[in-house]
């Protein structure tokens, strides 16, 4: 069984917060049992939550290269941010953030934001359809596909969606009205649309408040007034979604007030559907209006303007998400990502604004992230037909992505991103997986912690032996009588898996022992039905 | 092209006959304003919204194709053509094509006949999705509601197709001769108990029939004005009228195996007849209907239908119920007398002929006025046979035995919806058409409007009957290509606009479908003719667009606007 199996079939994470076996979870105190156990359990419910910028983001003026600072104020004399103003990167000196990205840059402080810096692929393509195609499809830019990244995951994964017994919930959410191109499998979408009450309101009358679009008291307007009432409620008390929407309320007092920041808006929802207990994998939210090619930045201070208000947005709405999650206790089940179809051109034009461009900084977010800055600022001289080079193809952040958060192995990633991407660390150690180890003999026996732990069918055990060696593998219950043998034969020097399946074993603590040569070691695992 | 460049050149080249009534753009009032136009003929322009609002409120769904074509006449002969006389469908078949609708009732029938009474209710809804330009399977609607029968509780499926039949060959026809024969029809003296309603030996009438013709039928109940006085009958008419009625039977029905072997319909036998005379209220004017024996005591239903028939109300009622089914459920005392009244008095002088009625209707001056537009909320039947044949290029021939399951599926869904076809609530029909205050808006509820969704989303997505192996999935690149310029994409937006709904959105409305659904950015809108003209030169690479034009219309559909008609 491998890591997904795992999170697939191991105890539903939505009794845990509450119940343990009948037990409320406060009465184990902090045992060290407790905390395996809800590490583990916890590991089931890894959420992505994928924020798209839309109209393609200005990546200069987000992550400034303040090593290039008179290359910088040379191709965007009208646009340019006063360097002074800029928030420098404490590591980093040379990486700098726009003036409205306070909320990103505690977060960089606190190590839970990863910038990845000028993501991009091989011969970019400028029309918004097609780029945010080819970002959604993960598709080489000649190439058009018909199933979006994530949707060939989730199939991947869950092949029998919808009738899937263990995954209830949706596999992925989409706060909007369209559920993304980036979530279709082959004969479905694996996603479903769901907006608040309040975003739905806001999108029947549209009027955002100006109130000339409420239905007139004519008969027609009236038959449409009480058709709109009742799609307010039916939405509001949809199923699942609103019972795990209810279990959980927002926390934190960063967010924004309703209507201020529809990216915060939307994150207020998927925090409080995670932290609700929804199994949905994945989260797609959107933040539009990056299409500037013009007016970017205000006349008089090029540190506010449509782009500054956008970023701020951002930043402020990731920043409460962060808060929220961390408020809920859901924090480490979270990684954020942002993507927009591409970046912008590097010399800005005659009406303050920027033209589109290519390469681009992703952000990842969240505290399981390995934060830092990933790759180096792009040149602003070195450029192609006046855009930036690419440093990282997008599909090896997706690669990384699905490898190290959602334990995807390389077969399957291979038939997911249907060709082999580099991946980069993108995911701490300890909370990564499938990291790959380097291939060298170990120097001594080792009898590694298995994994999962807590398990339920079964784990991996693995082991390392320095030079050949007679290996027996048994596991024993607490009373010390042989439950299984998994290994008992000559192996050569390497390291090794071994699997066991508990099938008809009570719950409860059981020991595996290694004896290989001379060596010899003993541990416990778990059993938890 | 700019965006606004885009909007100016849309306003230039948009054709008059788009240029929709906007909701907000009624002219304000005090309150709740109502048309104070009546029956006169309609003589605004006529357009494709105007033939649109005609089409949808007398057909299932209006497609592009009929509302151009009726746009391209003139209103007089769109209203002709509806009401022209059509050839009798055939009837309905059973599993592996087997006829039944003739069958003896035997004990092979009665096994089977549950199963019958689904394929005829699919069959008729493959009727209605198969519709020509008439208005013909609307009515016949109308009268199983006027009517109501319940299959269920009848439980012989021929003689519901027999009820079905009767109604589509008389959709248009005379009032007074179809109370008469539905007075007679088997499947009414069943569901009604007139069978069973003798005038012999120590036998009591029974009044069931009796009370729902007078209440619900001809002269329907006005206010209680005295004790067991319903204004337009008192309780002793219903006794009276039960009596007139005493002795019919049916035949060819296992309700009376004494006439079971022949051919299934009614017969009246004197022996059960009451010839006693039969004294009526001053609601009839004191009017006594003189006992007959023998064969003609038959007669006296003659009798008591010129009678019933000699009150005004039985042509108000009718045309109010006329009004329900075709404008608005609001009936105030000016739609009473600018309307009502008059239409009943061309039903009077017409002899109860309904076909001038129904062409005085719908050529009216109030039909046609914008304040009777879009305030339609769909029946379930309107949204699911409606729905498919708005948007499907070709339509499916429902009366083909592979495409049954899919009829199968719609009959299914309206079921679900509420509004199961041969089985009513009861009597009374569907409380969208009388029960006040909420009439249309009970078909909408937080357990219907779901559902009407994920209707509409699957005949997007791509439904899967029961049973069967196809996919019926509307092409959603074809249905744009009705379209006159879909690589622009407000022309588009207009366009489907203009085909789905009753009335224009507003536009912020339509900044959400262009600038959300579509996903268009401000500034680069031509990437959508982009798009589409690569869509043209290469139709083999379509599934990005399809999946956004298919996003585009689920959308739509799932608005409250797409709700109305």
């Known amino acids: 069984m491998n890591r997904r199996d795992f999170i697939r079939k191991a105890v539903p994470v939505t009794a845990l917060p509450f119940l343990l076996n009948g037990f409320p979870l406060r009465a184990y105190g902090r045992a060290p049992f407790l905390e395996t156990l809800v590490a583990a359990a916890s590991a089931t419910d890894r959420v992505l939550v994928l924020i798209q910028l839309g109209g393609g983001n200005d990546g200069i003026n987000t992550v400034i290269p303040l090593n290039q600072d008179s290359a910088y104020m040379n191709v965007r004399p009208n646009i340019a941010i006063p360097l002074n103003s800029v928030l420098t990167l404490s590591d980093h000196l040379d990486v700098g953030l726009h003036p409205a990205m306070g909320g990103m840059k505690s977060l960089y402080d606190e190590g839970k934001l990863t910038i990845v810096q000028g993501v991009s692929y091989p011969n970019p393509n400028l029309s918004h359809f097609r780029a945010t195609d080819i970002w959604l499809t993960a598709s080489d830019s000649n190439v058009t596909l018909n199933t979006g990244w994530l949707g060939r995951y989730l199939e991947d994964e869950f092949p029998d969606y919808p009738n899937d017994p263990v995954m209830p919930d949706p596999l992925a959410i989409q706060i909007g009205a369209v559920v993304s191109f980036g979530l279709q499998g082959t004969a479905r979408t694996m996603g479903i649309a769901i907006q608040s009450p309040d975003t739905f309101y806001q999108l029947v009358n549209a009027g955002r408040g100006g109130g000339t679009d409420t239905a007139p008291d004519t008969p027609a307007g009236r038959e449409l007034t009480y058709i709109r009432e009742v799609a307010v409620q039916s939405q509001a008390y949809a199923g699942q979604v609103k019972v795990a929407a209810d279990k959980a309320q927002n926390r934190s007092a960063l967010w924004p007030a309703a209507g201020q920041n529809t990216l915060a808006d939307q994150l207020k929802i998927v925090s409080r559907l995670i932290a609700g207990g929804l199994k949905t994998r994945v989260y797609v939210v959107n933040l539009g209006g990056f299409d500037n090619h013009s007016a970017q930045v205000d006349v008089s201070d090029t540190r506010t303007g449509i782009h500054a208000t956008l970023l701020g947005r951002l930043s402020t709405a990731m920043m409460a998400f962060q808060d929220d999650l961390r408020l809920l206790g859901v924090e480490h089940r979270v990684l954020g990502m942002t993507f927009s179809e591409f970046g912008r051109r590097v010399s800005s034009n005659a009406s303050r604004g920027t033209d589109h461009g290519t390469a681009a900084p992703m952000f990842l977010f969240g505290q399981p992230v390995q934060p830092g800055v990933v790759g180096s600022n792009p040149s602003l001289t070195d450029l192609t037909n006046g855009n930036l080079k690419m440093q990282y193809d997008f599909r090896s952040v997706y690669a990384s992505v699905l490898s190290q958060w959602f334990g995807v192995s390389n077969t399957d990633l291979q038939a997911i991103l249907l060709k082999g991407f580099q991946q980069i660390s993108v995911i701490r150690p300890g909370v990564a997986v499938n990291v790959e180890e380097p291939d060298i003999k170990p120097t001594d026996f080792r009898l590694l912690q298995n994994y999962p732990n807590p398990f339920n069918p079964s784990t991996t055990i693995a082991y390392e032996i320095p030079r050949e060696s007679n290996v027996s593998l048994k596991v024993y219950d607490m009373m010390g009588r042989e439950i299984a043998t998994l290994v008992d034969e000559f192996r050569p020097a390497g390291r090794y898996k071994a699997q066991f399946h508990a099938n008809g074993l009570p719950s409860g603590t059981y020991i595996y022992r290694i004896q290989a040569n001379s060596f010899s070691d003993q541990k416990k695992m778990v059993i938890l039905k | ?565």
């Open chain 2, 1 to 565: 092209m700019k965006r606004r460049e885009f909007l100016e050149n849309l306003a230039v080249s948009s054709p008059s006959d788009h240029s929709f009534h906007s909701l907000t753009a009624t002219s304000p009032r005090n309150s709740t304003p109502r048309a104070v136009s009546g029956i006169e003929p309609y003589a605004g322009v006529w357009n494709f919204q105007t033939a649109s609002h005609l089409l949808r409120r007398t057909m299932y769904g209006a497609r592009r194709s009929e509302v151009l074509l009726a746009a391209s006449g003139s209103l007089s002969s769109v209203v002709s053509t509806l009401l022209a006389d059509q050839p009798e469908p055939s009837p309905p078949l059973g599993p592996d094509g087997i006829s039944w609708v003739h069958a003896v009732y035997d004990q092979a029938y009665g096994q089977n006949e549950g199963i019958y009474r689904n394929y005829l209710k699919a069959w008729w809804m493959g009727l209605m999705v198969n519709q020509g330009l008439s208005l013909r399977e609307k009515m016949v609607l109308f009268w199983h509601n006027h009517f109501a029968n319940e299959a269920t509780d009848i439980q012989d499926a021929r003689s519901m197709y027999r009820q079905n039949a009767l109604f589509r060959r008389m959709a248009f026809g005379n009032f007074k001769q179809l109370v008469k024969e539905v007075t007679l029809d088997p499947a009414m003296l069943v569901y009604l108990n007139g069978y069973l309603n003798r005038g012999d030996g120590r036998n009591i009438p029974d009044e069931n029939y009796a009370r729902e013709l007078l209440e619900l039928f001809t002269v329907g109940k006005g206010p209680q004005i005295g004790e067991g006085n319903y204004t337009h009958y008192t309780e002793a008419d219903v006794k009276a009228a039960a009596r007139v009625l005493t002795g019919y039977r049916v035949t060819g029905s296992p309700r009376d195996r004494t006439l079971l072997n022949q051919p299934l319909g009614s017969t009246f036998d004197p022996a059960r007849h009451d010839p006693s005379n039969k004294q009526f209220s001053s609601a009839f004017q004191n009017r006594v209907i003189t006992g007959r024996t023998g064969a003609d005591g038959a007669k006296e239903l003659d009798d008591l239908l010129d009678m019933i028939f000699a009150q005004p109300e039985t042509a108000r009622h009718l045309c109010r119920k006329l009004y329900r089914w075709f404008v608005y459920y609001e009936i105030d005392q000016a739609v009473e007398q600018s309307v009502i009244i008059p239409l009943s008095q061309v039903l009077i002088s017409n002899n109860y002929e309904v076909k001038p009625v129904l062409e005085t209707l719908l050529k009216s001056a109030h039909f046609f006025d914008p304040i009777n537009m879009g305030c339609y909320i769909k029946t379930p039947v309107d949204l699911v046979a409606g729905t498919i044949r708005q948007l499907f290029s070709e339509l499916p021939d429902l009366s083909s035995w592979r495409n049954y399951p899919l009829a199968d599926t719609l009959r299914n869904t309206a079921a679900t919806l509420q509004m199961n076809l041969l089985d009513p609530p009861d009597v009374a029909g569907w409380k969208a058409f009388y029960q006040t205050p909420d009439f249309y808006k009970s078909w909408i509820n937080t357990a219907t409007l779901p559902v009407r969704g994920s209707y509409t989303d699957s005949l997007v997505n791509g439904i899967r009957p029961r049973n069967s192996s196809t996919t019926y999935r509307v092409d959603v690149l074809a249905y744009v290509q009705r379209f006159t310029a879909p690589g622009d994409p407000f022309k588009l937006v207009d366009d489907i606009i203009a085909d789905l709904l009753p009335f224009d959105l507003t536009s912020n409305q339509k900044e959400y479908l262009l600038y959300h659904v579509m996903g268009l950015t401000h500034t680069a809108e031509y990437e959508w003719t982009q798009r589409w003209n690569e869509y043209v030169a290469n139709p083999s690479n379509s599934q990005a667009l399809t999946i956004t034009l298919q996003a585009l219309l689920k959308f739509v559909l799932r608005m409250a606007e797409y709700q109305l008609a």
